[in-house]
């Protein structure tokens, strides 16, 4: 069994940082791509950057230049530094990770965790 769990969410000021983990646990052989998504109220779920397991990365054009995503491949654990907050960047973020079990792969998703812009 795979388990997503992400923290650092919270409330942050216009302008400024904030950085959200992700980790994986449980039984499996390897985790290729890890990713986040963000939710805002009544929007579909959007990506916002992906990280392959060379360490090759994709941003959306709106984070681009705020927003540096990076994994611990020893600790199964990504990483979202977010700088330059926007009210727009208001959203629930999910982690997001394609995982190899017992030969197949699958992707796990996280439970979510709020980041609130506002001053």
């Known amino acids: 069994q795979v388990h997503i769990v992400e923290s650092g969410g919270g409330l942050v000021q216009p302008g400024g940082s904030l950085r959200l983990s992700c980790a994986a646990s449980?039984?499996?052989?390897?985790?290729?791509?890890m990713g986040w998504y963000r939710q805002a109220p009544g929007s579909q779920r959007d990506l916002v950057a992906l990280?392959?397991?060379?360490?090759?990365?994709n941003y959306a054009d709106s984070v681009k230049g705020r927003f540096t995503i990076s994994r611990d491949n020893a600790k199964n654990t990504v990483y979202l530094q977010m700088n330059s907050l926007r009210p727009e960047d208001t959203a629930v973020y999910y982690c997001?990770?394609?995982?190899?079990?017992?030969?197949?792969?699958?992707?796990?998703w996280g439970q979510g965790t709020q980041v609130t812009v506002s001053s």
């Open positions: 997001n990770a394609v995982i190899q079990t017992t030969g197949s792969f699958g992707t796990y």
């Open positions: 449980g039984r499996f052989l390897s985790i290729s791509t």
């Open positions: 990280i392959t397991s060379g360490n090759s990365t």
